[in-house]
């Protein structure tokens, strides 16, 4: 079993829905959660970043971590065809080191 | 900023010959990352340094692949000899108090 679980998708939305994206994980030590967002042929670049349980919210974008069920969910409100790509999920013990990466799920944002 | 620079961007090569990708990190960042991505096994991390010494390499699948930061500002990863598995998009990140900023990747192709 892998130490996240990501549902790799397709997620086609029409323009304008909420997305909902969310990752489970087996290891209670991790603490800092984020999600990415990756283009076609680009580098992952950093959305939201979290520590420990709660929500986060910036912009369009909402995060939320549920520790005590080892789920971890991002909402992106008035989707746009620019928000097209594939949104990874990572996480670690500790701000500094490895992150575990989720497979990512490719979203499809069509006008 | 430049960003984090990647070279090359491309690379295609013969199984068998040697590898070297180049990464530039940006100014003033102490950790440097290596990461593989591919379809089967998503976003792995490789191997990082923290101020230009290698923390942990237990990522990097085999002896044919090595890793070298020899100053803040340089760091190369080498596969000898390369094999078609090894096709790739190689990503290298660098970060400071925990924020990591991806290039845009080498993709490796192994004929």
């Known amino acids: 079993q892998k130490e996240v679980e990501q549902d790799p998708g397709p997620l086609s939305v029409p323009e304008g829905a909420i997305v909902s994206l969310n990752c489970t994980y087996s290891n209670s030590a991790f603490q800092y959660f984020m999600w990415y967002r990756q283009y076609s042929r680009k580098g992952p670049e950093l959305l939201m970043y979290t520590y420990s349980s709660g929500n986060k919210e910036d912009g369009r974008f909402t995060a939320q971590v549920d520790k005590s069920s080892k789920y971890i969910s991002l909402f992106i409100r008035d989707s746009q065809p620019s928000d097209s790509a594939t949104y990874l999920c990572a996480m670690t013990t500790d701000s500094w080191g490895k992150l575990q990466f989720g497979a990512g799920t490719q979203v499809v944002v069509t006008p | 900023d430049a960003g984090v620079i990647q070279s090359p961007r491309h690379e295609v090569t013969e199984m068998g010959q040697e590898v070297t990708l180049r990464c530039k990190p940006i100014s003033g960042h102490d950790y440097l990352f290596w990461y593989r991505q591919t379809m089967m096994r998503g976003l792995e991390l490789l191997i990082y340094f923290n101020n230009n010494v290698p923390i942990d390499d237990s990522g990097m699948p085999e002896d044919r692949f090595s890793a070298k930061m020899p100053n803040a500002s340089f760091s190369t990863l080498k596969i000898q000899p390369s094999e078609p598995r090894d096709s790739a998009v190689y990503f290298c990140?660098?970060?400071?108090?925990?924020?990591?900023?991806f290039g845009p990747g080498t993709r490796l192709t192994v004929l």
């Open positions: 990140a660098s970060s400071f108090l925990g924020n990591r900023i």
